[in-house]
C-alpha cells in the first residue's frame, strides 16, 4: 500500500469556522439550575394542578371562613346522615355536622400536622446527615449508628407506642413529634450520601483554600448543593405525615375526637359505611387529593432539578 | 486458525483481499442527535477511506464529532443520535442499512472497537476472563469450553499480559488502567477484525504507560495487517502513529492528507490554528504578549527569546525566594486486614524554592504525590513533617488565625472547570467570595474589584450577575483564576489547571497566565503530568517519582539534558516529541 499516495485535502474556508476561540456566548436570560427548574416546570400542567391544590388547602387552612359559613361544630341530629341539600352540597354526618364544613375546618389540622412534620424531620435529619457525612471519621460512626437506631424502629409503630403512651397529651404538635421524631432517619440518609459526593468537589476545596472555616464552607457551599433531594423527600414526607396523622386518629390514638380532622372524621364515617357511604368518601376523597398533590410536586420537582431526567422526555 | 462459523453477510478473514480496494469507504456522512432543544447535526458530509492495513487518525477537539464519527462507523451512537444521511461501505456494501442483527456480525468479527475509558468499560462485578470469554463466544471465533478459554488466554496474552491464565480469575479493580486498557484492546481484537477503531484509547493513561500500549497495539496491528482508525485530540500523537490524518472542525473535515505533510505544510487556517496552539517539545516559553515576543506574523523573534531567557536566568539567580518548601512529608496509615496498617508515604521529604515572579513545574504521573504535595503547600492538609515557608514566613506549624492570614498571599486554580466554581452562586459572588471571606472593602468596592478581575482575565464585565452554567470550560478556568487573584496574592498554585481544556483553549489561558505574571509578578507552583506543556510555561521543572522528587533544574537542562532516567523516560513517551511542527 505503500505505492498509494494519501491525496492532501483542504476544506473551502467557511466563515461561519472563523469565529473567536472560546468566544463568551450568553443566552438573552439568565440561566441557573433553579432559574431553569423553574423554566421547566413552568411548562408542565401537572405542576400547576398540584400547586393550585396547595393554595386552595393552605387557604382553607389559614382562613376557613372564606370557603363556608357554617359552624363544623354545630350537629343537628334532625339531619343525622342527611343527604346533600341547598346550602350543604356534600350532605351531614350521623352526628348531623355539615360534612363540607367539616372538611374545610379539617384541612387546617392535617396541614399543621404535616408541617410541623417536615420541620422536624428537617431539623434532625439535616445537621446529623450533613454533620456525619462532611466530617466523616467518628462523628460519622456515632451520628450514622444513631441514624440506624432509628432507621430500624418503623416510625409508624414507634408513633403508635408514643401517642399510647401520650395518650393525655394528643395533640397536633405530639403527634408531629411522634411521626418527625422517628421518620427523619432516611432524610439524614439521603443527605448523607448527598454531601459525601458534594465535598469532594473542587469548589469545596477552593473555598477552604481561600480561608473559610470547615463549618461556613458547608453552610455556604455544601448544603445548598445537596438540597435537591432533601426538597423532594420532605415535599413527599408532608403528604405522608398527613396520611400518618389520617391513621393514627382513626385508630383512635390520634388526635382526640374534639379536634376536627379528617382523621377523625373517616373513623366516625366508618361506623356508617353501609347506610351514609358519602360522609366517609369527602373527607377520604379531600386526604387523597391532597396527598397526592404533595407527593405530584415532590416528583416534578425532583424532575425539573434532574438534568438527567430532563434529557430523558 | 480456522473459522468453523460462517456469517452470512460477512466475508470472513481468510478471503484474500486486494489492498488497493478500500476497506471502509465514509461517503457524506451526516449524524443527527434529537435534544430537548431541536436537533443537533454533530457531523456534517463526512467522507473518507480507509485502505486495509493503513492507520488513519482522526483529530479534533471536543465536540468537533471525531467521536461520533468512529461510532456511526460500527452503528452505536447513543439512543437519541441516528445517521440521516450519506454511506458506509465496508467491503462496498453500505452498512447504514444493515438490521442490528447483520450489524452484530460486523462488529468484532469486521470492525473491532476499543473505547475510551478502561475504567469504566470493564463491569466490575465479573471476572476479566469471564468478560474476554464472554466477547469470543459472541464473535464466534471459538466454541467449546476448553477452545473458548485457550483462545482467551491466547488474546490476553497477545495483549501482552504475562500470567494471562491466572489474571483471567482477577476481577477489573484488581487491574490497573494500563492493564484494563491491554483487556480492552485484547477484546478488540479477539475476533482479529480487519479495522479496530481506538477512541482515544490512552487518553486516560499516564504518558509512559500510553507509550508501551500505543507500541503493543501498533505492532498487533502491524503483524495481523489490521488497519487502525485512531480518534484522538492529541495532535503530536496522531502524527507519530497514523500515516493519514483527518483533521475536523465542527462536525466537518477541515483538512486530509498525509500525517507529516499537514503537521509541516497546514493549509488550512484552523489547522494551523491548531498545530501553532499544540504545546511540543519544539515549542519555547509563552511570553506576555505585551513584551511582544512574537513577531509581527506571529514567529518567535529569537533575538528577543535570547534576551528573555538571560533575563529568566538571572531573576533565577537574584530575585527572592517566593515560596520554600524543605523536607515536607506526608505518610498515610494504610488499613491491612482488621488490625493492621501500613505508612503510604504520599510525599517522601520533598524541597524545593520559588524564585519570585518565576514559575515551578512539578511534575509527575499518577500517583507520584504531586497532588497531596499541592494539597500540603496550600495547608488543606498538615503535613507529617517539614515545613512550607511563604516570603519568610512559615506556614506550617502555625495557628489557625496566622494561616488564615498567610491565604491571602497564596491562593489556587484546580483542575475541573465544571467542579471548581459551586453552580448555585454567580459569577461576581464567586470571585467576591475571597474578598468577603477576608473581609476586604465594602461591597461597592468589591463590587468594582470584581469588573477589574473580570477586565484582567478577558471576560465582559456583564458576566457578574451570571451562573457558571452558561460558561465553556476555558471561561470558567477564567473566572477561577479571577478568583485566585481577587486578594492580590504572590503566589498561585496551578494544580493541572489546563490539562482539561481543549488545545486552543488550553493555548489562550496559558497566554493569560503569562500574561499576568508578567503584570502583577506572580510566581506560579504548575502542578501537571504534560511535559509538553511545561516545556511552554515553566522556568524550572522538579520531577516527582513516588513521593521523591529526582530531579530538579531550569526547564531547557532538563529538556536538552535530563539526567535521571526516569526523566528521559517521560521525555521519550511524549506523544510526537521528535516530530517538527509547524510554526
Redesign the interface.
Known sequence: ?SD?T??????P??P???IE??R?N??DR???????AWRDLRRRPLFYIAVVIVLVVTTAALFPSLFTDLDPRKGDLAFSNAGPSDGHPLGFTRQGYDVYARIIFGASTSLSVGVFVVLITAAIGIPMGALAAYYGRWVDSLLSRIGDIFFAIPYFLAAVVVMSVLSAHRNVFVIALAIGGFAWASLARILRAEVLQVKN???V????????SKFSTLVR?VL??SLTPVIVYLTIALGAAITAEATLSFLGIGLPPSVMSWGNDIAQAQTTLRTAPMALFWPSLALTVTVLAFIILGELIRDALDPKA??S? | MSKETTVETTPTNETVRDSSMPLVQVQDLEVTFVTGSGDVQAVRGVSFDIYPGETVAIVGESGSGKSTTATALIKLLAGNGSITGGKILVDGEDITEYSERQMASVRGGVIGYVPQDPMSNLNPVWSIGFQVREAIRANGVASGRHEVEAKAIEVLEQAGLSDAARRMKQFPHQFSGGMRQRVLIGIGLGAEPRLLIADEPTSALDVTVQKVILDHLESLTRDRKTALLLITHDLGLAAERASKLIVMHRGKIVEAGASLEILQHPQHPYTRQLIAAAPSLASRRIHSSAGDSLTDEGVPDMLRLAERHAEIEKRLATAPIAVSVKDLRKTYSIRRGAFKSEPLHAVDGISFDIHKGTTLALVGESGSGKSTAARLILGLEPPTSGAVVIGDTPMTGVSARDLFKLRRQMQVVFQDPYASLDPQRSIGAIIAEPLKVHKVGDHEARVARVEELLDQVSLPTALAHRYPNELSGGQRQRVAIARALALKPDVVVLDEAVSALDVLVQAQILQLLADLQAELGLTYLFITHDLAVVRVVADAVAVMEQGKIVETGLTDEIFGNAQQPYTQRLLDAIPGAGIKFAS
Open positions: 500500500m498509494r494519501v491525496e492532501h485535502y483542504v476544506a474556508i467557511d461561519a469556522d472563523a476561540v472560546d463568551v450568553l443566552g439568565k440561566s441557573s439550575l433553579w432559574i431553569d468537589l473542587e469548589y476545596m477552593a473555598s477552604e483554600a481561600v480561608g473559610r457551599h445548598p448543593n430532563r434529557a422526555r
